[in-house]
């Protein structure tokens, strides 16, 4: 069986949200910092002061830059990278589901869960209604997909319907 994850992903993905958010505090730390600073200044300023205008301003300014800022770093950033840790966690602590199954296509890109993934197509045999069916198995995107060729049998192990395992058959002459 070839595995698509090991314990180093679920690592380095945490690490990485931990950078994000370390940055995430810094500059939220700064921003408090010089919003605190401007406004004890702002306080501590004489009645009808005409520095009043420009302590304002600057203090709309860096409130502005600041929001400009949070919307796409955590909005972007820190959600998809959090949907990445979170896909992580459910694959080490969740049900697992073996199948074996031929190969039935590639379908477009798809996002699941806030994460980016693959969508490989597999046939698989209704006994109620004596069909086939297609079922959808998400390989995620960041991993190389899996050299599956049309009709093949493979052998999988999915959680949730995400790929986390797989494994070739080979045909018998």
């Known amino acids: 069986m070839t595995k698509l994850y090991s314990d180093s992903d679920l690592w380095n993905a945490f690490m990485q ?3 994000i958010l370390g940055i995430f505090f810094a500059v939220t ?3 408090f910092a ?3 600073a401007l406004l ?4 501590m300023l004489p009645y009808e002061d005409p520095n009043q205008s420009w302590v304002i301003a600057v203090t709309c300014a860096i409130t502005a830059v600041y929001i400009i800022f949070l919307f796409p770093y955590m909005g972007i ?3 998809r990278c959090n949907a990445y840790c979170k896909m992580l966690r459910f694959i080490s602590v969740g ?3 073996y199948s074996v199954a031929p190969f039935a296509g590639i379908e477009d890109w798809t996002t699941r869960d806030g994460v980016d993934v693959n969508v490989a197509t597999f046939r698989v045999h209704n006994i109620k209604r004596d069909e086939d069916m297609i079922r959808q198995i998400y390989v995620d995107g960041e991993k190389d997909f899996p050299p599956f060729e049309e009709g093949r049998s493979v052998r999988i192990v999915s959680q949730g319907n995400l790929l986390i395992e797989y494994e070739l058959i080979k045909e018998k002459d």
Do not use: S
């Open 17 to 19: 949200r931990r950078r």
């Open 29 to 31: 730390g700064v921003y």
């Open 34 to 36: 010089g919003f605190l």
């Open 40 to 43: 004890i200044y702002y306080i």
């Open 77 to 79: 950033c820190f959600k």
């Open 95 to 97: 049900l697992k589901e």
